[in-house]
């Protein structure tokens, strides 16, 4: 259930409502998101009419909810949430944005000439790459941390882009949010609920991925999760479950893309390199999903993906991403999206 707040509530009234919740022992979370005051409580209770009445002072409205995940879907906000981080890079309008460059940043040389080709050739507005790099293997590169973290910035200093690159855990969030234009929070993080909650407390974009072992209603309840902590910027990141096919790295769940689109406003971008893991079938994966119509795609490309220290398999090589790019751009243009 969500209590919308009244503006200008009684704030005696407003601590009236939330005693007569605690006396109930209704667990509920005081959220503000966008100006407005909520209080959301479990989707469970039912509510209580006399409570209700004699706090109607600070009560504009009262939605029952039937999901445990509320403050994401679209009967809450029918609206799609709009992100613009300026310079054409909007999603949640009528662009698909196509986010380019290495699984991990590895020498300088490496991420200038992913830069270099991907923004002069094509126009790239969004570059990621991983400084923190969550390697199941304790054996596996970890990635370049603080120096990786610099030379993202360089990149945006070099080529005027954004940059996406992931975190770990929150111990080094506020150093990736001071470099990152959307902070991505990746697969094996999507149950950290202390990052989870630090995420809710930023003031910029981030960009959710769902657990390649997670239901549609976990990656939707973590949403909800940095959405109560006050931050509406939650993009969403479909990137392959796990099943029981072995041949490909993961699964796309496109069914259940589709679907996020209809239930949730949030936008929707999907991760065609990690869902299959093979390179040869990354561009006909991300054209699959270019026209699902989603707000943005993530593509792993490599100056020498042989020589690439992370995910080699997957990474795209200059020619290849070459040869994936004008199609997309057609592909979107066939339902009514743009490619940037």
């Not at 029981?244 to 893309?257: C, I, K, N, Q, W």
Request: net charge neutral; glycine share 8%; aromatic share 6%.
């Amino acid at each position: 259930m969500i209590i919308t707040l009244r503006a200008g509530a009684p704030p005696e009234t407003v601590a009236s409502l939330a005693q007569g919740l605690d006396a109930a022992e209704v667990p509920f979370r005081d959220v503000t998101l966008a100006g407005s005051r909520y209080l959301v409580t479990s989707a469970s209770w039912q509510g209580a009419p006399d409570l209700f009445r004699a706090c109607a002072a600070a009560i504009e409205a009262v939605r029952p909810f039937a999901t445990e995940y509320q403050l994401c879907t679209r009967a809450f906000q029918p609206a799609n949430t709009v992100i613009d981080l300026g310079d054409g890079v909007v999603f949640g309008g009528t662009a698909t944005i196509l986010m380019a460059g290495p699984c991990a940043i590895e020498s300088e040389d490496q991420v200038m000439r992913a830069a270099e080709h991907l923004v002069r050739t094509w126009g790239i507005k969004v570059f990621r790459a991983g400084a923190f790099k969550p390697r199941t293997s304790p054996y596996a590169f970890q990635g370049a941390e603080l120096q990786g973290l610099k030379l993202l910035d360089k990149v945006r200093r070099t080529f005027g882009v954004k940059i996406i690159t992931e975190v770990k855990d929150e111990t080094h969030l506020d150093v990736v949010a001071e470099y990152a234009d959307i902070v991505q929070v990746g697969t094996k993080s999507m149950y950290h609920f202390t990052l989870l909650a630090a995420c809710g407390r930023l003031r910029k974009p981030v960009l959710l991925k769902r657990s390649f072992m997670a239901t549609l209603k976990e990656l939707l309840q973590a949403a909800d999760f940095i959405m109560a902590g006050g931050n509406p910027q939650v993009i969403l990141c479909e990137r392959g479950i796990r099943t029981f096919e072995p041949t490909t790295r993961f699964s796309l769940d496109v069914g259940s893309a589709a679907l996020l689109r209809e239930i949730s406003h949030l936008p929707l971008v999907l991760d065609p390199s990690h869902a299959v893991g093979i390179a040869s079938l990354v561009p006909p994966v991300a054209q699959s999903a270019a026209a699902l119509g989603v707000d943005g795609l993530l593509v792993e490309v490599h100056p020498n993906p042989a020589q690439a220290r992370c995910d080699r398999d997957q990474a795209l090589s200059f020619a290849q991403f070459d040869a994936l790019v004008p199609r997309l751009r057609a592909i979107c243009g066939a339902v009514d999206r743009t490619l940037i």
